[in-house]
């Protein structure tokens, strides 16, 4: 608003300003209205008053153009715009002939026809910055919340590497879904863990991805571990992020930390033996029958030994980019997770001796045809319960 428009204001005024001398109340009322349309502050109203009152006359100098949107087309814009519920001017502007039409009809418009038509003639950018000022002297609450969010995602730290420097017993841990096409209703999930340092693998199925049930699995996973379990990193999912997971790790003297969001690749150890382990011999197949569960559990458990003693990994020594494409540099000798546990000089010894002596009792082809024969079994129960009764 130009100096000339703050003029005419105050000279409407000035005779009921002079008139409520000692009148605070009054006064108030008139500096709040001038406060709204001009956007002063309050105490430079009774300063501005002052001055019309010492300016001369005879010297007024009349400078710059008239201002066209004078304050009576300004309260006319006021008005819609309180009867729109204060919409931003994008929105008031195309409402704004059909506002003046209804107040019109029922007698509520008091504006005369002059302002009335600059008002339907102001342009879209012209309203939108007249209401601006409207919505900045607005006098804005904000509601009180009784949700409070997780404070759990803040305690639970994020780690990005680097995860070469980690003894064994620091591992990734995912779920994966054994949904078919379709993740409604109860199935069953395999909770995957994979050591970083290592590749030891160690799956565990439970029905659906529960806070209980996922901790009971992390327990299975730490009672089958050839050493001790001294982290867990999963994504940020739900069965992980919680406050019954928190506590076990807590209690069991685990450090827990999660991937960043958003990080397709934060877990790369243990989505890599997803598709390598979980996916490879189970495949995507739906598998909804609760009896199925410990059949799984008892394939598992063969399944790590014939894959931590007998299939080899080859880890990435190097990743570098040439042009638009990355060049991936491999280990020259691919290894077992077993023999890195060997190799791995922060493995206790007492470790080492056990693993030998596991080691010198096993056949890899009888693992192998273990694995085949449980495996049919699990898709034989499957099939059997399909359509009975499911635990829920």
């Known amino acids: 608003?130009?100096?000339?428009?703050?003029?005419?204001?105050?000279?409407?005024?000035?005779?009921?300003?002079?008139?409520?001398?000692?009148?605070?109340?009054?006064?108030?009322?008139?500096?709040?209205?001038?406060?709204?349309?001009?956007?002063?502050?309050?105490?430079?109203?009774?300063?501005?008053?002052?001055?019309?009152?010492?300016?001369?006359?005879?010297?007024?100098?009349?400078?710059?153009?008239?201002?066209?949107?004078?304050?009576?087309?300004?309260?006319?814009?006021?008005?819609?715009?309180?009867?729109?519920?204060?919409?931003?001017?994008?929105?008031?502007?195309?409402?704004?002939?059909?506002?003046?039409?209804?107040?019109?009809?029922d007698g509520q418009w008091r504006h005369g026809e002059e302002a009335t038509g600059k008002l339907l003639a102001m342009s879209e950018r012209t309203m939108k910055r007249r209401v601006a000022q409207f919505m900045k002297i607005r006098v804005r609450r904000h509601g009180l919340s009784s949700t409070k969010p997780s404070q759990l995602k803040r305690i639970i730290p994020i780690f990005k590497g680097p995860w070469s420097n980690l003894p064994p017993g620091h591992g990734q841990i995912d779920t994966v879904a054994h949904c078919g096409d379709t993740l409604a209703g109860n199935m069953i999930y395999t909770v995957n863990y994979t050591d970083a340092a290592t590749y030891w693998v160690i799956p565990r199925a439970q029905w659906n991805k529960g806070q209980e049930p996922t901790v009971e699995s992390m327990r299975e996973i730490r009672k089958h571990l050839p050493f001790q379990l001294l982290g867990l990193h999963p994504d940020t999912g739900s069965e992980f992020i919680n406050w019954v997971a928190k506590r076990w790790c807590d209690t069991e003297h685990i450090d827990l930390s999660r991937s960043e969001p958003y990080k397709k690749n934060d877990n790369m150890y243990v989505e890599e033996r997803n598709g390598h382990v979980v996916r490879r011999y189970i495949g995507w197949q739906r598998l909804d029958c609760y009896d199925v569960i410990p059949v799984l559990n008892e394939l598992y458990d063969v399944l790590a030994i014939y894959l931590n003693h007998f299939k080899a990994v080859r880890r990435t020594a190097s990743k570098g980019k040439v042009g638009s494409r990355y060049v991936r540099k491999y280990e020259t000798c691919a290894m077992t997770p077993y023999q890195r546990v060997l190799e791995h000089p922060a493995t206790p010894l007492a470790v080492k001796q056990r693993l030998c002596a596991e080691h010198a009792t096993l056949n890899p082809l009888f693992l192998k045809r273990k694995v085949d024969i449980l495996k049919t079994k699990v898709f034989e129960v499957q099939k059997r319960g399909h359509g009975s009764l499911r635990f829920s």
Request: proline share 5%; hydrophobic share 30%.
């Open 1 to 105: 608003m130009n100096m000339a428009t703050k003029k005419d204001i105050f000279q409407t005024h000035l005779t009921e300003w002079l008139k409520a001398r000692g009148d605070k109340k009054r006064r108030g009322e008139i500096t709040k209205h001038i406060c709204f349309v001009t956007g002063m502050h309050p105490k430079s109203v009774p300063r501005k008053f002052k001055r019309i009152q010492l300016r001369d006359p005879a010297h007024e100098e009349q400078r710059g153009r008239s201002e066209y949107y004078t304050p009576d087309v300004t309260a006319a814009l006021k008005d819609v715009w309180e009867a729109s519920d204060e919409a931003c001017g994008e929105l008031l502007h195309p409402m704004v002939n059909e506002y003046v039409s209804i107040m019109r009809r």
